[in-house]
Structure formats: C-alpha cells, structure tokens
C-alpha cells in the first residue's frame, strides 16, 4: 500500500504494509538510521520520534497512523544550516552520553518536553523523561543537559523579545 508521510519536513511515499512499525519504515525505507530499535515494546524510548511535535515510540507506531502526519526523527531537530539543537549541543557540553544508543530516544524526548515547558523543575523532567531508559545510568547527565538547554533556549527567546 502507498503511504505518505511528511518526515522531516519532506514529503515522502512509501509502498508498505500499514501495521509496518513506523520505526522500520524510518529506518528501512528512508534510510534515516538515527532512531535506533531497544525493545520492540515500547518499554525503553530508544525509538522515540515525534508525530506532530510529540513524543511517540516508534516501534509500536503503526505507519498508518503517521499517514498525512509530520514526523521528526533526531536528524530533523537541527537548523537547515546544519546548526545542532540547544539539547543536542548541551549534550555535548555535558557530556551526557556513555555507550550513547538510547540518546537519540533521550534526545527527542527532551525537546518535546521543552518545546512545552521552558522552566522544568526536577519534577517535570523526570516525568517527562519516564519512559526512557539508560542502560548506563547516565540519568545526572541528562537532567544537567535538559537543564543547560532550557538555559540557552529561554535566553534565546529572550533575545528574539
């Protein structure tokens, strides 16, 4: 069956079954190889997307529900320019990753939260940050990373005041 999709911005077509995981379409057919499989369950969020700017596993995501939907995976967070994220370069500031497999899932977990929430506290993140699992344990290190972030984003948008 023909399914399109918008990813990243980009409109695309896809010929495949519609109970097809989103994950392996992403994946498979558009080559975009950032969004990584953990569980197959949706238990871990290494495969976290976002389906109209908000956070969904993509491993259980059937493509039919993505049809006519805008997708973001992790290579769709970054400016056009090629300039990362507020997470993404506070995630290199903080050196928040270990092995850093579930990042990109942490990653995008993280921009959902503060595209809503500019001021988390302690709380909103952890809750936020739930379904995310971390096999390293580098759990310090995120929260510090989505900390710094929401650092530079509300002084970004205090400039653009």
């Given at each position: 069956?023909?399914?399109?999709?918008?990813?990243?911005?980009?409109?695309?077509?896809?010929?495949?079954?519609?109970?097809?995981?989103?994950?392996?379409?992403?994946?498979?057919?558009?080559?975009?190889?950032?969004?990584?499989?953990?569980?197959?369950?949706?238990?871990?969020?290494?495969?976290?997307?976002?389906?109209?700017?908000?956070?969904?596993?993509?491993?259980?995501?059937?493509?039919?529900?993505?049809?006519?939907?805008?997708?973001?995976?992790?290579?769709?967070?970054?400016?056009?320019?090629?300039?990362?994220?507020?997470?993404?370069?506070?995630?290199?500031?903080?050196?928040?990753?270990?092995c850093g497999y579930c990042q990109s899932g942490q990653i995008m977990s993280a921009v959902a939260l503060l595209a809503t929430n500019q001021t988390p506290t302690d709380q909103?993140?952890?809750?936020?940050?739930?379904?995310?699992?971390?096999?390293?344990?580098?759990?310090?290190?995120?929260?510090?990373?989505?900390?710094?972030?929401?650092?530079?984003?509300?002084?970004?948008?205090?400039?653009?005041?």
């Amino acid at each position: 069956m023909s399914i399109k999709l918008t990813v990243n911005g980009e409109a695309k077509k896809v010929e495949v079954d519609p109970d097809t995981p989103l994950l392996w379409v992403i994946r498979e057919q558009l080559g975009l190889l950032g969004t990584k499989f953990g569980c197959g369950k949706a238990l871990c969020g290494a495969c976290t997307v976002h389906l109209n700017d908000r956070p969904v596993r993509s491993c259980t995501t059937p493509v039919r529900a993505a049809a006519d939907q805008r997708i973001t995976t992790i290579e769709g967070i970054g400016s056009a320019a090629g300039t990362l994220h507020a997470v993404q370069q506070a995630w290199i500031d903080e050196q928040v990753p270990q092995c850093g497999y579930c990042q990109s899932g942490q990653i995008m977990s993280a921009v959902a939260l503060l595209a809503t929430n500019q001021t988390p506290t302690d709380q909103d993140i952890d809750h936020a940050m739930r379904g995310n699992i971390c096999r390293c344990g580098t759990y310090p290190r995120i929260r510090n990373g989505i900390r710094r972030a929401a650092a530079v984003l509300a002084t970004d948008t205090g400039a653009k005041e």
